[in-house]
Antibody, heavy 118, light 113 residues
Framework: QVQLQESGPGLVKSSETMSLTCTVSGGSISTYYWSWIRQPPGKGLEWIGYIYSGSTNYNPSLKSRVTMSVDTSKKQFSLKVSSVTAADTAVYYC?????????????WGRGTLVTVSS | DIVMTQSPDSLAVSLGERATINCKSSQSVLYNSNNKNYLAWYQQKPGQPPKLLIYWASTRESGVPDRFSGSGSGTDFTLTISSLQAEDVAVYYCQQYYTTPYTFGQGTKLEIK
């Protein structure tokens, strides 16, 4: 069965760039839309954006600081967030949708906590 | 952005009783061209990622128990658990995918009374 696994540093310094990777195992990366979603501790969910075959769509609230990319040969997609602050401390999830108008998240990774320190 | 507002913020229900969670969107999420509501529901237990329960407002995801049901159209939606089980204790979120940015409700915490 298809699984998603997030990886990356758990601690990032304020003003630096955080980088996360999601590895897709057991299935194709090419035919789906891949999103990043975050959840600050004890709070709700925020969609960061998606990537599909190299095309991206970012949440305007984060657009100026976010970059997503995909490496189909490694079956990985990545997230970079620049100029991080304490407000970026969250559990970051990668998730799959079937398309932009099928934007319900039917598969999720377990999530990885990123803490921004001063 | 479409704002999703859930009510109540928290809910305590006795085992075996019905639980009802409401979700209201700031604009309609119904596409007239296909008569589909672009609304999903998720369940999140502590330390776990959200789990998709319902999509298209009322279509149950494979493997989800039939005590979970979704209803509503346009801007007003409901998630109903017909007979609460202990394993249903969780936070529930609605989400619209009518347009990007996709947005979620603030969550409803469901507990046992």
């Amino acid at each position: 069965q298809v699984q998603l696994q997030e990886s990356g540093p758990g601690l990032v310094k304020s003003s630096e760039t955080m980088s996360l990777t999601c590895t897709v195992s057991g299935g194709s990366i090419s035919t789906y839309y891949w999103s990043w979603i975050r959840q600050p501790p004890g709070k709700g969910l925020e969609w960061i954006g998606y990537i599909y075959s190299g095309s991206t769509n970012y949440n305007p609230s984060l657009k100026s600081r976010v970059t997503m990319s995909v490496d189909t040969s490694k079956k990985q997609f990545s997230l970079k967030v620049s100029s991080v602050t304490a407000a970026d401390t969250a559990v970051y999830y990668c998730a799959r949708t079937l398309g932009e108008l099928y934007g319900y998240f039917e598969l999720w990774g377990r999530g990885t906590l990123v803490t921004v320190s001063s | 952005d479409i704002v999703m507002t859930q009510s109540p913020d928290s809910l305590a229900v006795s085992l075996g009783e019905r639980a009802t969670i409401n979700c209201k969107s700031s604009q309609s999420v119904l596409y007239n061209s296909n008569n589909k509501n672009y609304l999903a529901w998720y369940q999140q237990k502590p330390g776990q990622p959200p789990k998709l329960l319902i999509y298209w407002a009322s279509t149950r995801e494979s493997g989800v128990p039939d005590r979970f049901s979704g209803s509503g159209s346009g801007t007003d939606f409901t998630l109903t658990i017909s007979s609460l089980q202990a394993e249903d204790v969780a936070v529930y979120y609605c989400q619209q995918y009518y347009t990007t940015p996709y947005t979620f409700g603030q969550g409803t915490k469901l507990e046992i009374k």
